[in-house]
């Protein structure tokens, strides 16, 4: 038997072994006055959950093992002779803030700088007009800033046809036969030049792999719920990362971004198909990156990842509003993939991450549901009337015969929530350069005991919220693929208590209610319904930049970003400042139509890419005539589409006002 | 309105993308299977990831004798 055959066998027994004792244990305290179909029910949901915290468990034990033993997580060499390959750095965009992009896409173009085989594509989405025209002086701009041979392409697509991942597919349908390899970034990703050629001569060694995943670490934000997320990120990445990496081996995942994938087996084997019916569950398909990865690995290709390459980055969510609401789109793609798990072919790992993404949302609901299973069970007479309660607390309560193994099922979940962040703590504790970047032993363990306390709050608020997307996704109320807020912002008060207000009530009912009714067991309900109770200042207090500074100076939540520099990260922040500086330009549409070489620059770029032929409609000429007379006003988003994407419209509105 | 006097320093660049080499990329099928051919499917693999490999039989007629 093979080592990582070895790994998954003992690994499934142990989830398997731990599951079924757990649910063993609470199958003997019920059965005492019988099993009723609440108890029933509690002890099938019981099950799905216990077994879905074992599963972290267990990856953590792992991870934590493989990290301490020093074993090889990514059994791939690197070529090693410079690569001739040719490869292309993709960043799709969908009306990002342009300044953003173009000094993310500058960093690592001066960071590859020299390495040589790498051309840029900044591939451009965005259906906003001003947007689309900002782009494109930002592209003329940094393309002129740069030697005359420099290969950074901009490219606008003018039907958004298939998101993200129809985007990357008409650029491997157009000019991926170009290149051997592409690496897919987000808008708000970054890569080293040193981690980019590293991925490269993986590549060039090993024909038989077809991506390869370099896990991103979260950086660059500075409130304070993007510095716990950073935090957390960093401290615990590593363990969970080698966990994962160390079972999958070449049967792995993509993430969707920071990663590189040998265009050729992408071209083959990365289509993705309609789905039949109409959207949430029907339709494109929308987290495209699991399937894509099964694919690969069902056309007998390797996924792998790489988790001891650092160089890749992303940004957190500002706020917990922003993480929630990404969070919505992420729930609805993953529980797509229930109409893609069970597809012809896939590989057994393949089916196990689209499982995990779908009960990665999955398992609110079904927490939500036990907790109001077992909510009625106390409304059930029950058989066994002697109380007893925790010490001298008569808030936790216990039925006498049930105390010892209540107490150890409780103990035991405890262990499996929280033992991954303690394991992940003895793995970056043990590693004193890790360490001292994150501030030292003293300040991880004030900072991990503070992430835990709001991680336990926050728990109860995703599980609410996560419900609720799911319940609204169920009964057929698809969400689009909108753009993302990635810049820092403190959260107006009005707003979070317009999203929050429902956690508070629901956690002020809920705690009256087991209170007037229940009051011996609320004890166990506290750590929940506080969150719920105090989810409006929680989530307004977190989305503060200037607490975010403040525990800065406190050494708490200190990740390697902070303490160190990282190059690639602080060009792209100067870079963004220098920008920031430069002369606003209030609206680039009308610039089209004011300053000739804008409008040579846009002409060019629509015949390069011409947008789908059509007839000029009454609409147009209208558009047009008022275009002519500068009385643009009125314009909604789609005239501005209407006339900027019409090159013999553009012309004749600019001579109109010319000659007017 | 503002305008950036310094929009463009250089020539321009006319080339925004390479000459296409336009190649098809296939939509893949996603054909369900029930769950019961599923786990035999997966069973398969597992085990055929994890059983050692008996070793190739022996052929008498070429086997060299010591």
């Known amino acids: 038997m093979s080592d990582i055959a070895a790994r998954r066998w003992l690994f499934l027994i142990l989830v398997l072994m731990s599951t079924a004792a757990a649910v063993d244990k609470l199958y003997q305290v019920l059965r005492i006055d019988g099993v009723d179909l609440f108890e029933f029910l509690f002890l099938a949901l019981f099950g799905i959950l216990f077994g879905w915290i074992t599963i972290s468990f267990w990856m953590a034990v792992f991870g934590a093992f493989a990290r301490l033993t020093s074993a090889t997580l990514l059994p791939l060499k690197e070529a090693p002779t410079p690569s001739t390959s040719r490869t292309a750095i993709l960043m799709p965009i969908y009306n990002e803030d342009v300044a953003r992009v173009f000094s993310g896409v500058q960093a690592i173009f001066d960071s590859v700088a020299g390495a040589g085989g790498f051309d840029f594509f900044i591939l451009s989405d965005s259906t906003e007009p001003q947007n689309w025209i900002a782009e494109e002086v930002a592209w003329q701009k940094l393309r002129a800033s740069l030697e005359p041979d420099a290969r950074l392409f901009y490219r606008h697509r003018h039907r958004n046809i298939g998101r993200k991942s129809g985007n990357i597919q008409d650029f491997c349908e157009n000019w991926g036969s170009h290149y051997d390899y592409m690496v897919v970034l987000d808008a708000d990703s970054l890569m080293s030049g040193e981690t980019l050629t590293s991925l490269v001569r993986l590549m060039d060694a090993n024909p038989s792999a077809a991506l390869i995943q370099a896990p991103a670490s979260l950086v660059g934000r500075s409130t304070l719920f993007a510095r716990i997320q950073q935090f957390a990120s960093t401290a615990y990445g590593a363990t969970y990362t080698a966990g994962l990496a ?379 005539e008022a275009a002519k007379r500068r009385d643009t006003r009125a314009f909604t988003r789609q005239d501005w589409v209407t006339l900027l994407s019409n090159p013999e419209g553009v012309g004749e509105a600019a001579r109109g006002a010319i000659g007017g | 309105m503002d305008r950036e006097l310094d929009l463009f320093q250089g020539e321009f660049t006319p080339a925004s993308v390479p000459p296409r080499r336009p190649a098809a990329m296939p939509a893949q099928p996603i054909v369900p299977w029930t769950l019961a051919r599923v786990t035999v499917a997966s069973l398969d693999w597992l085990m055929a990831e994890t059983v050692p490999s008996l070793p190739a039989p022996i052929s008498t007629t070429t086997k060299r004798r010591v």
């Open chain 1, 246 to 624: 160390w079972l999958q081996g070449g049967q792995g995942n993509y993430w969707g971004h920071n990663a590189i994938i040998r265009v050729r087996a992408f071209q083959q084997h990365g289509g993705l198909p309609k789905l039949p019916g109409k959207p949430p569950f029907g339709g494109e398909i929308m987290s495209h990156d699991f399937v894509e990865a099964s694919f690969l690995l069902r056309a007998g290709w390797e996924v792998w990842m790489a988790p001891d390459l650092t160089g890749s980055y992303e940004e957190p969510p500002p706020t917990v509003y922003d993480h929630l609401k990404r969070d919505r789109r992420w729930a609805q793609g993953n529980l797509q993939h229930a109409r893609v798990i069970l597809a012809q072919g896939l590989k057994f790992p393949s089916r196990l991450h689209l499982a995990m993404g779908i009960m990665s949302y999955l398992s609110s609901p079904l927490w939500l549901l036990l907790l109001v299973v077992s909510a009625l069970e106390m409304f059930v007479p029950a058989g066994i009337v002697p109380f007893s309660h925790v010490g001298q607390h008569t808030d936790l309560a216990l039925s006498v015969s049930q105390e010892t193994p209540l107490l150890q099922l409780v103990t035991a979940t405890l262990v499996l929530l929280y033992g991954p962040k303690l394991l992940a703590l003895m793995v970056l504790l043990a590693d004193p350069a890790a360490a001292k970047a994150h501030g030292g032993a003293a300040n991880i363990l004030r900072s991990v005991v503070l992430e835990s306390v709001f991680a336990t709050l926050f728990a109860p608020v995703v599980m609410l919220t996560h419900s609720w997307f799911i319940f609204n996704i169920v009964i057929g109320r698809a969400t689009g693929w909108g753009t993302q807020t990635r810049d820092d912002r403190a959260l107006p008060l009005w707003l979070v208590i317009r999203e929050y207000w429902p956690h508070t009530v629901i956690g002020l009912l809920c705690g009256y209610g087991l209170y007037r009714f229940a009051p011996q067991s609320l004890g166990w309900f506290v750590p929940l319904l506080l969150g719920l109770v105090l989810s409006i200042p929680m989530v307004w207090i977190t989305s503060s930049l200037k607490l975010g500074a403040a525990l800065v100076r406190d050494n708490l939540f200190l990740s390697p970003s902070e303490t160190g520099v990282i190059p690639v990260l602080k060009r792209a922040h100067q870079l963004l400042e220098r920008r920031g500086a430069e002369a606003k330009i209030l609206d680039y549409r009308e610039l089209v139509l004011d300053d000739p070489v804008v409008r040579t620059l846009h002409l060019r770029l629509l015949e390069e890419v011409p947008p789908p032929e059509a007839e000029p409609s009454p609409q147009l000429l209208l558009l047009v």
